[in-house]
């Protein structure tokens, strides 16, 4: 088994790419070992002095430290990913998607909040991915729309800008009655 890694505008996260699906059709954002018992592989890499973060995305596992250097975390992190697709574990123990909390709207701009999600889920979400993180629709009220920054993207030194400068101008450029985007 060969697993590729790849670095992500946060330093303190590295991408793992198994070549395998990892959790198709959504994403799920371990920030504790507490929160690691939905996981198997998480825990396991909770085991290793350094790691404070694991982000399960489609194809991908992204990992943040928050101590050592990764050229010596690295090897273990990919004998903990290897050992456990070789094993054929399972990555949950029972259906653990971590959608956020609820999402809120005024009915009233229902089609709005649509065309905003459809736009984050067809030009942000993808682009966001590749960089090992995620970005889910929170909410939207009196022009700001809320998202919630997950897996490299929290935390990142750059995600400000990725909100400001990228995000807020596409999704002011399509959805005119946008006039703001915050984290939550």
Same mark, same amino acid.
């Given at each position: ?35 690691? *018992?939905?996981? #198997? +592989? ?7 002095? $350094?790691?404070?973060?694991? /982000?399960?995305? =489609? &194809? ?26 070789? *094993?054929?574990? #399972? +990555? ?7 959608? $956020?909390?609820?999402?809120? /709207?005024?009915? =009233? &701009? ?75």
């Amino acid at each position: 088994m060969f697993i590729q890694t790849e670095a992500t505008p946060n330093p303190a996260t590295l991408k793992f790419i198994p070549g395998k699906v990892v959790l198709p059709g959504d994403t799920l954002d371990i920030r504790s070992r507490e929160e690691a *018992a939905v996981s #198997p +592989l998480a825990e396991r890499l909770f085991e290793i002095d $350094g790691v404070a973060g694991v /982000f399960f995305g =489609a &194809d991908f596992i992204a990992v943040t430290k928050d101590a050592g250097e990764w050229q010596h975390l690295k090897p273990a992190i990919l004998g903990a990913i290897m050992e456990h697709y070789l *094993a054929g574990a #399972p +990555l949950l123990r029972q259906s653990a998607s971590d959608s $956020g909390s609820e999402e809120f /709207f005024d009915e =009233a &701009d229902s089609q709005t909040v649509a065309t905003i999600k459809e736009l984050i889920e067809t030009r942000v979400r993808p682009a966001v991915a590749s960089d090992g993180g995620d970005i889910i629709f929170q909410g939207y009220r009196d022009g700001v729309v809320y998202l919630h920054m997950r897996g490299a993207c929290s935390g990142c030194p750059s995600s400000t800008a990725t909100l400001k400068h990228g995000i807020e101008n596409l999704l002011r450029h399509f959805v005119p009655d946008v006039q703001e985007v915050r984290p939550i």
